[in-house]
């Protein structure tokens, strides 16, 4: 299905972004991932973005957030740097992601570098998931955490995630008991959000505002790494606060990681 323009969404940017782990790129350019247990090819061509999936074509354009105009929300963006950075960085998107996806892999993202990360997410569905055949090809779902509640952390020794096992099967644990409720995450105030977050063992401020901002969905959230921290104190005053962003400050702050990552790493 040809699903927007590629000034909408640029799926090279809002995969590289270091938001989701489960699409990769092949030689032939294509985007390869794994959405809601269904198998999909991303592409783009002749200024178009292509999706290839046997998902209900619905789920796309509420994944993608497209009902959402990011130009005209960017353009309160204001300053020479951030506007630099939404330049740069056109064509972005948050994806709305699973709640519970987006809670396990940014659990195993903490003190980890984007292609680890990946790993680990990709042996973990190997292990736990559901099988998806694509052709002579396999695909896994994301384990549920249901799946994961009644495993120990050394059931997860194959997935070789070190430390972070036990935060997975804690995390799992607590959305399966109830003490945590990610649906109900998704319509309280986004700072309740995170401090319920990090109530988890092994949840800290950081990988609790990337869980509220990709799998919550509650745009006001602005997780800060090391990338974010020098950005910040390089090109912004001493006293700024995120929410001077205002509603959409999760997508400025995805602009101004996307271009510091980029830039750093281009040096």
Partial sequence: MKLCSTDELDIVKTFECGQCFRWN??????????????????????????????????IWPRYFDLDNDYAEISRAFTGEYLSECVRYGSGIRILRQDSWEALCSF????CNNISR????????????GDEIRVGDKIYYSFPSAERLAVLEPSDLDCI?????????????????????????LKNCDYRQAIK???????VGEKVANCVVLFGLWHMEAFPIDV????ALKENFPPDFEPESLGHYAGLAQQYIFYYARSRGKEK
């Fill in 25 to 58: 790129c092949g030689e032939d350019g294509i985007y390869r991932g794994v959405v809601d247990g269904y198998y999909a090819e991303a592409s783009a061509k002749n200024g178009e973005v292509y999706i290839i999936s046997d998902a209900p074509e619905s």
């Fill in 196 to 202: 319920t977050l990090r109530t988890v063992r092994g």
């Fill in 117 to 128: 990360i990946k790993g680990i997410v990709e042996r973990l569905c190997a292990s736990f």
């Fill in 107 to 110: 659990i195993i993202s903490q």
């Fill in 227 to 230: 990338w974010m921290k020098r």
């Fill in 160 to 184: 070789r995630s070190g430390y972070r096992a036990e935060y997975i099967i804690c995390a799992a644990r607590a959305v399966v008991n109830g003490d945590i409720d990610l649906e109900e």
